[in-house]
């Protein structure tokens, strides 16, 4: 699995859109960049995820740089429920090893 | 997405006994289930793999014979935590997917308690 870097916390706005960075530079060629969020006392959530392409669901977009070794995560209008741990997760099967992910705090 | 169940919730139980954990996977079947565990403030560690029909996988460190997993449907593995203890106190997620090439769901979590 690619090891991934991720900053330890974030603020946000409420309303306003979260961009959660991910790096990830030892990815390999088939290895998907899955993200998942864990609120507090909760089994992980999944998110998105995506190989090459930028991928957008109902929940969150996920942008890929063209190389690759990195991705941002973006909840287009966070609300205070959004409030979690975001991990980033580099794999080619359902073995997830979790890093120690992102708080992400949505504030009003 | 697709439903992964775990029972209990959470469990209190006394030093020395056994506990066992379900996850069930109820609208997929799951040929292989993870299980995780999670101490207060830190991450998610992965014990073990579960295989339909075969013996479990379990990661560096994690003893085989205290931590039981039975996997004998396509839609139900089991933790068994062996002659439990207070440091065995942890968050316990399972997590299932229908397909390796698809995300994997996880359970709500079991809060067991040793005392």
């Known amino acids: 699995d690619a090891k991934t870097t991720q900053p330890p916390s974030m603020d946000c706005a409420e309303g306003r859109a979260a961009n959660l960075p991910c790096n990830h530079s030892?990815?390999?060629?088939?290895?998907?960049v899955y993200w998942y969020r864990q609120i507090h006392s909760q089994g992980p959530q999944y998110i998105i995820h995506?190989?090459?392409n930028n991928e957008t669901n109902e929940m969150a977009s996920l942008i890929i740089t063209e190389d690759r070794k990195s991705s941002t995560l973006i909840l287009p209008h966070a609300t205070l429920r959004d409030t979690a741990v975001y991990y980033c997760?580099?794999?080619?099967?359902?073995?997830?090893?979790f890093g120690a992910g992102t708080i992400l705090r949505v504030k009003s | 997405g697709a439903v992964v169940s775990q029972h209990p919730s959470w469990v209190i139980c006394k030093s020395g006994t056994s506990v066992k954990i379900e996850c069930r996977s109820l609208?997929?079947?799951?040929?292989?289930m993870f299980w995780y565990r999670q101490f207060p403030k830190q991450s998610l560690m992965l014990m073990a793999t579960?295989?339909?029909?075969?013996?479990?996988?379990?990661e560096q460190g994690v003893e085989k014979d205290k931590f039981l997993i039975n996997h004998a449907s396509l839609t139900l593995s089991t933790l068994t935590v062996t002659s439990a203890h207070p440091e065995d106190s942890s968050f316990y997620i399972c997590?299932?997917?229908?397909?390796?090439?698809?995300?994997?769901?996880f359970g709500q979590g079991t809060r067991l308690t040793v005392v």
């Open positions: 579960s295989n339909e029909g075969s013996k479990a996988t379990y």
């Open positions: 997590s299932a997917s229908n397909r390796a090439d698809t995300e994997a769901f």
């Open positions: 609208d997929f079947q799951a040929t292989t």
């Open positions: 997760i580099g794999t080619d099967g359902n073995k997830l090893v």
């Open positions: 995506g190989l090459k």
């Open positions: 030892t990815i390999s060629g088939n290895e998907y």
